[in-house]
Structures are given as structure tokens and as C-alpha cells.
Nanobody
Framework: QVQLEESGGGLVQAGGSLRLSCTAS????????MGWFRQAPGKEREFVAG????????SYADFVKDRFTVSSDKAGTTVWLQMNSLKPEDTAVYSC????????????????????WGQGTQVTVSS
């Protein structure tokens, strides 16, 4: 069973950058679509960015386009979320998820479809 672990969160000033990592253990996610989600206090979990299991298709929520970039290594062990130009409203717990998917070119934006989750990492952006 694949286990996921996020790292790289922390406290940063508005306009700063962070790079989150999601590392798989007990297997790889080379045949899994991967997604980054976030949840702020009192709010629903929301899709941030995702990559298809082929590693060739990417999708972003409108509120992070041109600021965040998702990438993955070819070994299927690590997915990153590079976050630039951070805003206070980006403050949330960020989690990565993995879902086996038949379509190698499809990004999965719905959290309910994901099979595996990491424990999350806190990102706090101060104004």
C-alpha cells in the first residue's frame, strides 16, 4: 500500500515562496494520478493542482494559476508543488493524494476519488 508524506510547509511572508514535496513509500505512484489539495479552517478541502499519471498533463485551480507549479519525478516517488507569490489567503493545510486511474492523461480534481492521502503540511502566509 502506498503511503504519502508531505513536507516543506512553514511560515512565509506574503510574496514569498515555498516548495512542498510529497514522497511515496511502500511503492510508487507511477500509475497514479496525483493531486494537491488544501483546506483552510472552516472551509472545504479544495483542489489546488494535479498531474496525470503519465506525468504529461497538469491542471491548476484558477486561484493559483501562474503562481504554483506541480511537477513529478520519472521514478514516481516524489511530487512537488512550487508555490510563488504567496498570499495570506493561501494559508491552509496542504495535502497530496493519489488515485489509480485508467486514463494516463487525465487529471483528477475531485478529492472524493482519491485513494491515498498524506497527513498534510501547514502553510502559513503572513501579511
Amino acid at each position: 500500500q502506498v503511503q504519502l508524506e508531505e513536507s516543506g510547509g512553514g511560515l512565509v511572508q506574503a510574496g514569498g515562496s515555498l516548495r512542498l514535496s510529497c514522497t511515496a513509500s511502500g511503492g510508487t505512484f507511477s500509475n497514479y494520478a496525483m493531486g494537491w489539495f488544501r483546506q483552510a479552517p472552516g472551509k472545504e478541502r479544495e483542489f489546488v493542482a494535479g498531474v496525470s499519471w503519465s506525468g504529461t498533463r497538469f491542471s491548476y485551480a484558477d486561484f493559483v494559476k501562474d503562481r504554483f507549479t506541480v511537477s513529478s519525478d520519472k521514478a514516481g516517488t516524489t511530487v512537488w508543488l512550487q508555490m510563488n507569490s504567496l498570499k495570506p489567503e493561501d494559508t491552509a493545510v496542504y495535502s497530496c493524494g493519489a488515485v489509480g486511474h485508467q486514463n494516463p492523461w487525465e487529471v483528477v480534481p475531485h478529492a472524493r476519488e482519491y485513494e491515498y492521502w498524506g497527513q498534510g503540511t501547514q502553510v502559513t502566509v503572513s501579511s
